[in-house]
């Protein structure tokens, strides 16, 4: 996986046919899809529970880019090494989700996987100060996680702040929750590169029918790279 600037969007499979992750995962990679956004909820962290590691490997061999694996669980670190072995690229825990986070992020990093930390709405920029040589990807939530569809919260002022204390470090800014080709151009003026969006993408389209999906993630696109910074 090599780094770079440019915007990426991220289909997030929580708004997928979840009786066809494999297929939907190769629909929107053929339909132009960057990488692939898997989030995983435990039902304690968040008020949602969705799927573990064996899914991940499931679907693995249908994804040819990037898996992108977002852990809304705690604890995390009993599960890195099997979100590793399952074929994660990046693997991002949050750092609310307990008191080690830097520990976390260290055992990520030996698991072979790229290390991402997200940040809850009600979480500031701060939080991260002393993470950022240990961090390949810091996720900012524009909505309170555990499901898909929620109204985008306007976060970028930290975006700005992140973007700022990163400088030229190779770390990422994803935003996650909300993201569609009205609020794209907010999160992209801000700084973010990687955009996860869920609704904005599957709507409209299916396995049997995915030129919507292609249709939506080029209009997310062009909205993001008409004003990205
Ligand atoms: O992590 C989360 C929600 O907790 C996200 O990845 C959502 O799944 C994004 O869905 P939309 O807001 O784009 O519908
Ligand atoms: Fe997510």
Redesign the pocket.
């Known amino acids: 996986m090599t780094f770079d600037r440019s915007i990426k969007i991220a289909p997030?499979?929580?708004?997928a046919d979840f009786a066809n992750f494999g297929a939907e995962c190769a629909a929107v990679e053929a339909q132009g899809a960057d990488w692939v956004?898997v989030?995983v909820?435990d039902g304690h962290f968040?008020p949602?529970i969705t799927f573990g590691p064996a899914m991940c490997a499931a679907i693995r061999p249908h994804i040819k880019g990037v898996m992108d694996v977002?852990l809304?669980i705690s604890p995390v670190d009993p599960y890195i090494e099997d979100f590793a072995k399952a074929g994660a690229d990046v693997i991002t825990a949050h750092v609310e989700a307990g008191p080690h986070i830097h520990r976390t992020l260290q055992a990520i990093r030996a698991s072979g996987a790229k290390a991402g930390v997200?940040l809850n709405p009600g979480t500031p920029a701060e939080a991260v100060a002393h993470l950022l040589d240990l961090t390949d990807l810091i996720?900012v939530?524009?909505?309170?996680?555990?499901?898909?569809?929620?109204k985008?919260i306007d976060m970028s002022d930290k975006i700005r702040t992140l973007r700022a204390m990163i400088g030229d470090r190779p770390v990422h800014i994803e935003i996650?929750?909300?993201?569609?080709p009205k609020t794209a151009p907010i999160v992209a003026q801000a700084g973010a590169d990687v955009l996860?969006?869920?609704?904005?993408?599957?709507k409209g389209g299916s396995v049997s029918d995915p030129a919507p999906y292609g249709a939506n993630i080029r209009e997310i696109r062009a909205a993001a790279e008409g004003v990205y910074a």
């Open positions: 997030s499979i929580l708004a956004h989030d909820m968040v949602n977002h809304m997200a996720c939530m524009t909505v309170n996680p555990g499901f898909g569809g929620q985008f996650d929750g909300g993201v569609d996860v969006a869920g609704s904005a993408v599957f």
